[in-house]
């Protein structure tokens, strides 16, 4: 049975709490898998050895825990998965300073992508329960062509956001105007606007979900051969 582990770094919860949330497809993963690690679900003092490692949230710099955490991750995992945007891209941590109020110390965050090497990634702040869940069941199956988006997200998740929709698809005239960058976004951050997306930078948290989700991006081979 396949051993997969959920490491919690410096995040909200947000993204245990969507896989929380698949409800009964939760109880088909959990009896496909062996859940060794998990500081909500599971009973386990130190990170075992492991398939699959599911690490939600970025690295503290400052801390080396947060960062010796990390590094403890990528030697015991054959499989690496940074969860949500925290890990994944940044997210809204880049902007964060970290610590209280009554000690006015900053502190500097960093996707996991940047500090390890990470093999999948799956954008959205949280992701999906769905995202999360099919990504997990491609791994067991081991789908490679349903997994490439992730991986290469993984592979350049600091660049993923609501720009990269702007500048690969939409300046050089690719736009399809299917909305489907849109209909990802979780904080309604884009509005299509006479068939094309315009980004309300306001509102980007740079979680990467619009940028994994447009087909110019996500299958560029596919589009080609049906044009």
């Known amino acids: 049975m396949v051993k997969v582990a959920h490491v919690q770094l410096c995040s909200c919860c947000g993204c245990l709490v969507s896989l929380a949330d698949t409800y009964e497809k939760l109880l088909d993963v959990l009896n496909s898998i062996e859940l060794v690690y998990c500081q909500t679900l599971a009973d386990a003092r130190e990170i075992p050895e492991c398939d699959i490692a599911l690490v939600e949230g970025s690295v503290c710099l400052d801390d080396h825990h947060s960062l010796e955490v990390a590094q403890e991750v990528r030697k015991k995992a054959k499989i690496v998965v940074a969860l949500g945007a925290c890990a994944a891209t940044g997210g809204v941590t880049r902007y964060s300073k970290g610590n209280q109020l009554s000690k006015p110390v900053h502190s500097s965050f960093s996707p996991l992508t940047e500090v390890i090497k990470v093999d ?6 949280p992701p999906s329960p769905e995202a999360i869940v099919d990504v997990i069941t491609a791994a067991l199956n081991g789908d490679m062509e349903y997994l490439h988006p992730f991986a290469e997200l993984a592979e350049n998740g600091s ?20 909305g489907t960058c849109a209909a ?11 068939g094309r997306p315009n980004i309300i930078k306001e509102l980007c948290i740079k979680c990467g979900a619009c940028s994994v989700q447009c087909p110019r991006i996500r299958f560029p081979e596919l589009i080609e051969k049906i044009e």
Do not use: F, H, Q, W
């Open 120 to 125: 999948l990634a799956i954008p959205g702040c």
């Open 184 to 194: 990802a976004c979780p904080t309604r951050a884009i509005e299509m606007e006479d």
């Open 159 to 178: 660049e993923a956001c609501g720009c990269d929709v702007i500048y690969k698809v939409v300046n050089k005239s690719l736009c399809m105007g299917c």
